[in-house]
């Protein structure tokens, strides 16, 4: 009972907060006041018109990441003034990053005069200059007709900030690092049950802890300085650059997955998919993963990565990346951008999400769902 009442005022607090809040307040007036003034003649435009604070999840990644990509794919972003979504730019890092985009906020679709594409989370008639419509779901479950679509999970908004995409590298050149990992690795974060009960897989720390066991020990590189370690050219089987002991800079992460011919793509705290698989693909490194199918267009083992079911399998898939030849390697790599390039180049899942039938519904959740 106490429990379902603290969530039950979490959730008012929440509510109400957009409307009397003084940081929220300002943030809304501030961006009400853009207007539409930062359009450009003859801008293709994107309508957001989000009610719900569920498209804030995640730190307001979720928003972020797909109005960045709405962006890159050359669309203008328009808001509507909903006061739920918009105030809370005043609070979420993520959503802030937007705020230096040109975009705009309306009070009315009646102020969008021309042909727009809209994007929204209420089931509603809208105007016939809506010329495609997606309404997004947040229900947690899989594509099941046609004109469904899933999010997909993109590099994080503290990568993107930092770093122009895509990220540019030598496609055929032999990389210093045969596998590489790097990331937080905390006890008591990245060893929970749930990914275990739910989801029937490997932790963080469990596929690290069989990782290391496949090398001897002086063939695991830990580094201390990350950058003396991104200077060199030495090379290493194995590299494990943990968080809390060497911090690699944001803006030369995609740098570090670079130096590596696989990355062992761990899952995140409470599900599989993680961005530092997205960052990894983005940076050529090809990934050794139990949750190939949790992407929207499942990674396929051997082709442009190495999957693998339970803990022999990983093993096995360590013993596969040490043992290949550079021209094996090559070809893996080759896949992965061109899988990178397909799905997941700046401003891709955009143009997918506007074309094929005029009105589809984005599945904002389905990589959360166990499969």
Same mark, same amino acid.
């Given at each position: 009972?106490? &429990?379902?009442?603290?969530?039950?005022?979490?959730?008012?607090?929440?509510?109400?907060?957009?409307?009397?809040?003084?940081?929220?307040? #300002?943030?809304?007036?501030?961006?009400?006041?853009?207007?539409?003034?930062?359009? &450009?003649?003859?801008?293709?435009?994107?309508?957001?018109?989000?009610?719900? %604070?569920?498209?804030?999840?995640?730190?307001?990644?979720?928003?972020?990441?797909?109005?960045?990509?709405?962006?890159?794919?050359? +669309?203008?972003?328009?808001?509507?003034?909903?006061?739920?979504?918009?105030?809370?730019?005043?609070?979420?890092?993520?959503?802030?990053?937007?705020?230096?985009?040109?975009?705009?906020?309306?009070?009315?679709?009646?102020?969008?005069? %021309?042909?727009?594409?809209?994007?929204?989370?209420?089931?509603?008639?809208?105007?016939?200059?809506?010329?495609?419509?997606?309404?997004?779901?947040?229900?947690? #479950?899989?594509?099941?007709?046609?004109?469904?679509?899933?999010?997909?999970?993109?590099?994080?908004?503290?990568? !993107?900030?930092?770093?122009?995409?895509?990220?540019?590298?030598?496609?055929?050149?032999?990389?210093?690092? #045969?596998?590489?990992?790097?990331?937080? !690795?905390?006890?008591?974060?990245?060893? *929970?049950?749930?990914?275990?009960? #739910?989801?029937?897989?490997?932790?963080?720390?469990?596929?690290?802890?069989?990782?290391?066991?496949?090398?001897?020990?002086?063939?695991?590189?830990?580094?201390?300085?990350?950058?003396?370690?991104?200077?060199?050219?030495?090379?290493?089987?194995? =590299?494990?650059?943990?968080?809390?002991?060497?911090?690699?800079?944001?803006?030369?992460?995609?740098?570090?997955?670079?130096?590596?011919?696989?990355?062992?793509?761990?899952?995140?705290?409470? @599900?599989?998919?993680? &961005?530092?698989?997205?960052?990894?693909?983005?940076?050529?490194?090809?990934?050794?993963?139990?949750?190939?199918?949790?992407?929207?267009?499942?990674?396929?083992?051997? =082709?442009?990565?190495?999957?693998?079911?339970?803990?022999?399998?990983?093993?096995?898939?360590?013993?596969?990346?040490?043992? @290949?030849?550079?021209?094996?390697?090559?070809?893996?790599?080759?896949?992965?951008?061109?899988? &990178?390039? !397909? +799905?997941?180049?700046?401003? *891709?899942?955009?143009?997918?999400?506007? !074309?094929?039938?005029?009105?589809?519904?984005?599945?904002?959740?389905?990589?959360?769902?166990?499969?």
């Amino acid at each position: 009972m106490n &429990h379902h009442f603290g969530k039950s005022l979490e959730a008012a607090v929440r509510g109400i907060r957009p409307w009397l809040w003084p940081s929220y307040r #300002r943030a809304f007036r501030s961006l009400v006041a853009r207007g539409l003034r930062e359009r &450009h003649d003859g801008e293709p435009v994107v309508c957001c018109d989000f009610t719900s %604070q569920a498209i804030d999840a995640v730190g307001g990644r979720y928003y972020f990441s797909l109005v960045r990509d709405l962006i890159d794919a050359g +669309y203008f972003p328009v808001f509507t003034a909903r006061r739920s979504t918009l105030a809370t730019f005043g609070t979420s890092l993520m959503k802030s990053f937007l705020l230096k985009e040109r975009l705009g906020v309306i009070r009315s679709l009646d102020e969008l005069q %021309q042909p727009y594409f809209m994007i929204t989370d209420r089931n509603v008639t809208v105007s016939s200059r809506a010329e495609r419509v997606v309404t997004v779901n947040y229900e947690w #479950r899989l594509c099941q007709q046609p004109d469904e679509i899933a999010f997909p999970v993109f590099v994080h908004p503290q990568i !993107t900030t930092q770093i122009k995409l895509p990220y540019i590298y030598q496609e055929d050149a032999m990389r210093p690092a #045969r596998i590489f990992f790097g990331g937080n !690795t905390s006890a008591g974060k990245y060893d *929970r049950n749930i990914l275990r009960d #739910r989801y029937a897989m490997l932790t963080r720390r469990e596929m690290l802890e069989i990782a290391g066991a496949a090398f001897s020990g002086d063939e695991i590189y830990r580094p201390r300085d990350a950058l003396a370690w991104l200077a060199s050219a030495d090379a290493y089987p194995f =590299v494990l650059c943990e968080t809390q002991h060497c911090k690699i800079p944001g803006d030369r992460w995609l740098d570090a997955l670079a130096k590596a011919d696989f990355f062992l793509a761990c899952p995140g705290v409470g @599900m599989p998919l993680c &961005h530092n698989l997205i960052e990894a693909l983005a940076a050529g490194a090809v990934p050794i993963l139990q949750y190939a199918a949790f992407l929207p267009q499942p990674l396929e083992d051997g =082709v442009n990565c190495l999957a693998f079911a339970d803990p022999a399998g990983l093993a096995g898939a360590i013993r596969r990346a040490v043992a @290949m030849t550079p021209e094996e390697i090559r070809r893996l790599r080759a896949n992965v951008r061109r899988y &990178h390039d !397909t +799905y997941l180049a700046p401003g *891709r899942f955009a143009n997918l999400l506007f !074309t094929g039938p005029p009105r589809k519904t984005l599945l904002l959740n389905a990589y959360r769902v166990p499969r």
